[in-house]
């Protein structure tokens, strides 16, 4: 079992950027593929990003693609996301999330667990 503790979270200006950390505990980090999904006011959680378990294979949301950048450093337990030119509409909360799926996957049942989230508010 991991447990996955997020930081990083803050608020910004719309434009700006923040790079999120979410370290692991209780178990190595390389051995669950890592996920980031976020969850805005009233709305439901949805899929942001992932990344294998070597780093090889990546997949974000087309909401976010070409602003975000997920990756992981194994060696430190950690897997991180780079958001730039962040928009109003990313405001929400960001959980990092690991799966024991084979391959990279993109739906919220495919993960066992979950961190407690950090609030990112992206202001106009």
């Known amino acids: 079992q991991v447990q996955l503790v997020e930081s990083g979270g803050g608020l910004v200006q719309a434009g700006g950027s923040l790079r999120l950390s979410c370290a692991a505990s209780?178990?190595?980090?390389?051995?669950?593929?890592m996920g980031w999904f976020r969850q805005a006011p009233g709305k439901e959680r949805e899929f942001a990003a992932v990344?294998?378990?070597?780093?090889?294979?990546?997949y974000y949301a087309d909401s976010v693609k070409g602003r975000f950048t997920i990756s992981r450093d194994n060696a430190k337990n950690t897997v991180y996301l780079q958001m730039n030119s962040l928009k109003p509409e990313d405001t929400a909360v960001y959980y990092c999330?690991?799966?024991?799926?084979?391959?990279?996957?993109?739906?919220?049942?495919?993960?066992?667990?979950w961190g407690r989230g950090t609030q990112v508010t992206v202001s106009s």
């Open positions: 209780g178990r190595t980090v390389s051995s669950y593929v």
């Open positions: 990344i294998s378990r070597s780093g090889g294979r990546i």
């Open positions: 999330a690991g799966s024991s799926t084979l391959y990279p996957a993109t739906s919220l049942p495919s993960y066992d667990y």
